[in-house]
């Protein structure tokens, strides 16, 4: 049973641009969990989905940052318009049920913003 | 204010030294659960251990052990006898009751000199 899938691992970007970051959730598992680290910083939490839900954006910030799970494929954050600030590494986690202690994370994708 | 709050923020140890890294946490809820995970140079986020709050009873994992006093709102991690392999930054984090997320602490980062 592969674990939670994260990809890219590594991702550049130049000002302005937009990152796609993706996440595969553990096979059986349809709540997936967003969080960012910051560099030298602990993980904050942006977002939790279910399968075509949001349930809980109050990490996220307002502008440029957006989060789906669709009915079929990976989840994907999205920022727009990327600026140095979002360089960081991004965590999806995934649970079976709506019971986080039993979430499990990926290995992260690493943002660079040029 | 902090939920999780890990006041050391970098330790160093000479190999085969036991290190004991603090964790001290807020909260009003009854119910919650605390964790550990490690986080090694390579990045991904590994899982140590899930603790309830109505279990208090100290764990012992081969040369890893957790002490647990509600008293003092504290989750410390010893490791016993430590390797160089241990180098990593360890986290602390709280679930509480009906939270979408984890609240991580800021972290340590321990190093264990050869």
């Known amino acids: 049973n592969a674990g939670v899938m994260q990809n890219p691992r590594h991702l550049v970007r130049r000002r302005g641009q937009e990152a796609r970051l993706r996440c595969s959730p553990m096979?059986?598992?349809?709540?997936v969990y967003w969080y960012r680290q910051l560099p030298e910083e602990g993980l904050k939490f942006m977002v939790y989905?279910?399968?075509?839900?949001?349930?809980?954006e109050s990490g996220m910030p307002k502008e440029r940052f957006s989060a789906e799970f669709p009915k079929e494929g990976p989840s994907i954050l999205r920022i727009q318009q990327v600026v140095r600030g979002d360089s960081a590494a991004y965590f999806c986690?995934?649970?079976?049920?709506?019971?986080?202690?039993?979430?499990?994370f990926g290995p992260g994708t690493r943002l660079t913003v040029l | 204010a902090q939920k999780v709050t890990q006041a050391q923020t970098e330790i160093s140890v000479v190999e085969k030294e036991d290190v004991t890294l603090d964790c001290v946490y807020e909260?009003?809820?009854?119910?919650?659960?605390l964790f550990w995970y490690k986080q090694p140079p390579s990045g991904e986020l590994v899982f140590l251990i899930r603790?309830?709050?109505?279990?208090?009873q100290n764990e012992i994992s081969g040369r890893y052990s957790w002490n647990f006093q509600k008293s003092t709102s504290s989750f410390n991690f010893t490791i016993t006898a430590s390797q160089v392999v241990d180098s990593a930054v360890y986290f602390c984090?709280?679930?509480?009751?009906?939270?979408?997320?984890?609240?991580f602490g800021t972290g340590t980062r321990l190093t264990v000199i050869p």
């Open positions: 986690a995934s649970s079976p049920l709506a019971v986080i202690n039993e979430q499990f």
């Open positions: 096979k059986g598992h349809s709540h």
């Open positions: 603790r309830n709050s109505f279990d208090e």
């Open positions: 984090a709280l679930e509480e009751t009906g939270a979408n997320n984890l609240f």
């Open positions: 989905l279910q399968k075509e839900n949001i349930i809980d």
């Open positions: 909260t009003r809820d009854t119910t919650y659960y």
